[in-house]
Every structure is written in structure tokens, then in C-alpha cells.
């Protein structure tokens, strides 16, 4: 199974800047994407950015021109670089591994426990 641990959550003014960060572990060599998702409260959780083991980056319209997905060489990291931050990108954030159509449907056996961000002023 997958280990997931998200992390660099906390509060920021708006405009200002987070990296998010997730170690994974477990049985990944073989996933084609890794993804970050956001769920606020009383919300459905969002996809958020995901990239392929290509490189290709997704990003939902939202977060276009603010948030950057990248991984390590290894593609046991992902990292989630957001910017320009608004309140309402308030929200738990999460991320996942896997095939590519369970990365975009958002569709997984577990998650990790996600990181918190919150955009106040």
C-alpha cells in the first residue's frame, strides 16, 4: 500500500506564499501521476494540480498562473508551490499517487491526514 505525508500547511496573509510537501512511500514505482487536492469545510474535495510521470502539469482554472505541482527525481516527493494566495484557497490540502484516471477522478482506497492552509488577513 501507499504512504502519504503531507506537510507545509499553516496560516498565511493573502498574497502571500506556501510549499506544500508530500512523501510518499509504499508500492509507487509504478504510479503514472501524483496529485494535490484541496477539501474545504462542508465542500467536495477538489483536484487541484497533478503531473505525469512525463512531466505534463494540470492545473485547475483557479490556481492557473499561481500554483506550481513538481516532484523529485525519484517522484517519491511532490510539491505543491503556491502563490499570490487568496482566502479562498482555505482549505485542507492533500495529495495522492496513483494511475492516471484515479488521480483525475480523485478516487482512492486512503489518504493521508493533509495539511491545513489558511489564507487570512
Known amino acids: 500500500q501507499v504512504q502519504l505525508v503531507e506537510s507545509g500547511g499553516g496560516l498565511v496573509q493573502p498574497g502571500g506564499s506556501l510549499r506544500l510537501s508530500c512523501a510518499a512511500s509504499?508500492?509507487?514505482?509504478?504510479?503514472?501521476?501524483m496529485g494535490w487536492y484541496r477539501q474545504a469545510p462542508g465542500k467536495e474535495r477538489e483536484l487541484v494540480a497533478f503531473?505525469?510521470?512525463?512531466?505534463?502539469?494540470h492545473y485547475t482554472d483557479s490556481v492557473k498562473g499561481r500554483f506550481t505541482i513538481s516532484t523529485n527525481n525519484a517522484k517519491s516527493t511532490v510539491y505543491l508551490q503556491m502563490n499570490s494566495l487568496k482566502p479562498e484557497d482555505t482549505a485542507v490540502y492533500y495529495c495522492?499517487?496513483?494511475?492516471?484516471?484515479?488521480?483525475?477522478?480523485?478516487?482512492?482506497?486512503?489518504w493521508g491526514q493533509g495539511t491545513q492552509v489558511t489564507v487570512s488577513s
Open positions: 503531473i505525469t510521470s512525463s512531466g505534463s502539469t
Open positions: 495522492n499517487v496513483g494511475a492516471y484516471f484515479a488521480v483525475v477522478a480523485g478516487h482512492f482506497a486512503s
Open positions: 509504499g508500492s509507487i514505482f509504478s504510479s503514472n501521476a
